[in-house]
T-cell receptor, first 112, second 116 residues
Framework: RKEVEQDPGPFNVPEGATVAFNCTYSNSASQSFFWYRQDCRKEPKLLMSVYSSGNEDGRFTAQLNRASQYISLLIRDSKLSDSATYLCVVIFPDTGGFKTIFGAGTRLFVKA | DTEVTQTPKHLVMGMTNKKSLKCEQHMGHRAMYWYKQKAKKPPELMFVYSYEKLSINESVPSRFSPECPNSSLLNLHLHALQPEDSALYLC???????????????FGAGSRLTVL
């Protein structure tokens, strides 16, 4: 089983739609969770951290379910500019420090 | 300054060339990273420097040689590369490698490498 798995995508949605991505992780000792966004031929950029209580930033809502070991990202009222690859990131303790694992990424295409 | 700066943005080299990629950050971050990313794949960790010491080497071939001259600079020396090494090379930094919540990665724009 991969350490971090994401919905394979691609997701093709019309403008204004609500879309949700899930990401599961295998290491129960995982401590920190993030969603990154990566545009084509650009670097990944932090979209938001994910907290146990859930957190919202405008149209974006992130949730963490420790019992089931998954995180989610909900995008409401999708915009054309939301088209990108969304990477979930999980950090867990490892020998000598922490290990950062990226999911494979979910591609989102928002159409007019 | 909240940026990680990478140079060059693009590099084309032959298999016998020696070149270097450079990375700089002035955020006071104590961990710096090299990642390799192929098209439609997630970033793949190569090296981690923690407090200017190499802490992780993910079994990277010796034709890639990292160097951390000081806490703000990170280099990746390239020699005798293969065409399959063509990729986007991303540098990243994080605030404190000893605290998971402070391990949020800030990436540079990357150096796109083509090996002929």
């Amino acid at each position: 089983r991969k350490e971090v798995e994401q919905d394979p995508g691609p997701f093709n949605v019309p403008e204004g739609a609500t879309v949700a991505f899930n990401c599961t992780y295998s290491n129960s000792a995982s401590q920190s969770f993030f969603w990154y966004r990566q545009d084509c031929r650009k670097e990944p950029k932090l979209l938001m951290s994910v907290y146990s209580s859930g957190n919202e930033d405008g149209r974006f809502t992130a949730q963490l379910n420790r019992a089931s070991q998954y995180i989610s990202l909900l995008i409401r009222d999708s915009k054309l500019s939301d088209s990108a690859t969304y990477l979930c990131v999980v950090i867990f303790p490892d020998t000598g420090g922490f290990k950062t694992i990226f999911g494979a990424g979910t591609r989102l295409f928002v159409k007019a | 300054d909240t940026e990680v700066t990478q140079t060059p943005k693009h590099l084309v080299m032959g298999m016998t060339n020696k070149k270097s990629l450079k990375c700089e950050q002035h955020m006071g971050h104590r961990a710096m990273y090299w990642y390799k990313q192929k098209a439609k794949k997630p970033p793949e960790l190569m090296f981690v420097y923690s407090y200017e010491k190499l802490s992780i080497n993910e079994s990277v071939p010796s034709r890639f040689s990292p160097e951390c001259p000081n806490s703000s600079l990170l280099n990746l020396h390239l020699h005798a590369l293969q065409p399959e090494d063509s990729a986007l090379y991303l540098c990243a930094s994080s605030q404190d490698p000893n605290f998971s919540g402070a391990n949020v990665l800030t990436f540079g724009a990357g150096s796109r490498l083509t090996v002929l």
